[in-house]
């Protein structure tokens, strides 16, 4: 029968299926706006449709894996990342893309909101922080191979070939899921009627908060720094290249930074170091003369505690709660993903100054700070697991 590992290891696949299908628009996005008349503004929102079912779906997404079974709902939610991936191969025009792009999202959403919540299950307890770590890298994982694989794939046989090289990886991650998952023995039934309590609710509000405000500042250098190392004299391949260190470095800071806090680093002390390893990179990158190395301490320090983090709801949430309470968990981290970005964006526009964005990320990067800190203080101790704080 498979172990625990074993377990998280299939999880580990699907989700990479999920950030591997999220890289297609970027990696095919010139052909995409050749063959079907794209311009870059349908481009970008055909990339953020993939995320904006969340703000709609993750919040009874926990109901539905209690209603209908959890293993069963992320079959569906995989079976819909390939169905979105196969029609996007097939698209022809921006509707049906973003039709496809839309479905396949759906799908995601289930996936993050359960199998975090299955992870949680059967690791709940001294290991969840390391096996959460391992667990989120997934993403990285996928969108790195995405930037090796799709592009090449997308030049070579059509923009079709890579849409549906993503289906492909969904349906590995399928059979992975059906092949080995179990329920973990002993675990809770979740409530069909949860009610969180008023200690869970402002709990998981300040989790999702700090999730949600730490996203959004990792992505700020993601999002703006090709921009400004542009304007800086480098080319746009190199621009983007010396960005990508960021995402590389922090497919292997993440479990490790999950392994130091399984060693019994205090998770709080590792959080606001990473909070801090995010936001001085941030107001120093615009300035700096030597600009790789902020970036490479976003990728390496910045990023490390996201299996702390992640590991927030299971200490604030009665066990019978866990599936809803991962709903709007999650549900905090897609809004902050849909607006904040933009918010950045928007500084940047209205007052021309290049280190604007990298300011606001920052500010982001702070504010998750303050929510742990909340969340520390407001936390209720007889719902909590067993963890260092």
């Keep these: 029968m498979p172990g625990r590992w074993t377990i998280l290891a299939a999880l580990f696949v699907a989700r990479l299926s999920m950030g591997f299908q999220f890289q297609v628009v970027a990696a095919t996005g010139p052909l995409l706006q050749h063959d079907l008349g794209l311009d870059f503004g349908e481009l970008g929102l055909l990339i953020g449709l993939h995320m904006l079912p969340g703000v709609f779906i993750a919040p009874p997404g926990g109901w539905i894996g209690a209603r209908f079974g959890d293993k069963r709902m992320v079959l569906l939610g995989l079976a819909l990342v390939a169905a979105g991936g196969a029609a996007g191969a097939h698209a022809d025009s921006f509707a049906a893309a973003a039709a496809a792009r839309v479905v396949s999202g759906t799908g995601a959403i289930l996936l993050n909101v359960l199998m975090s919540k299955m992870v949680t299950d059967w690791f709940v307890g001294r290991d969840l922080v390391l096996a959460m770590a391992i667990f989120i890298t997934s993403w990285p994982v996928g969108l790195s191979l995405g930037l090796l694989v799709l592009g090449p794939l997308a030049a070579g046989f059509g923009w079709g070939a890579a849409f549906l090289a993503t289906a492909a990886m969904a349906i590995v991650g399928l059979v992975s899921v059906a092949a080995v998952y179990r329920p973990a023995a002993g675990a809770v039934t979740q409530a ?5 309590d008023r200690d869970e609710w402002r709990g998981i509000l300040l989790a999702g908060s700090v999730w949600g405000l730490f996203n959004v500042a990792f992505i700020v250098p993601l999002s703006f720094a090709p921009s400004l190392l542009v304007e800086r004299g480098l080319d746009l391949a190199a621009a983007t290249s010396l960005t990508s260190v960021v995402s590389w470095i922090s497919v292997a800071a993440v479990p490790l930074g999950g392994l130091i806090a399984h060693r019994g680093v205090s998770h709080t002390a590792m959080i606001l170091v990473g909070v801090a390893g995010l936001a001085l ?7 700096a003369p030597v600009p790789a190395l902020w970036l490479l ?3 390496l320090v ?3 505690p996201a299996g702390a983090i992640m590991a927030l709801p299971a200490q604030c949430l009665r066990p019978e709660n866990r599936a809803f309470g991962m709903g709007i968990y999650f549900s905090l981290f897609y809004l902050s993903m849909a607006l904040l970005p933009g918010l950045a964006g928007k500084l940047r ?8 964005p990298f300011a606001a990320g920052a500010a982001f990067a702070v504010g998750a700070g303050l929510a742990l800190l909340l969340f520390r203080a407001a936390r209720r101790p007889s719902t909590a697991v067993t963890a260092t704080t």
């Design 192 to 196: 069909l009627n949860p009610r969180l």
């Design 281 to 287: 990179p941030l107001l120093a990158f615009p300035f």
């Design 297 to 299: 301490l976003v990728g």
């Design 349 to 356: 526009d209205a007052s021309g100054a290049g280190w604007a």
């Design 302 to 304: 910045g990023v490390s």
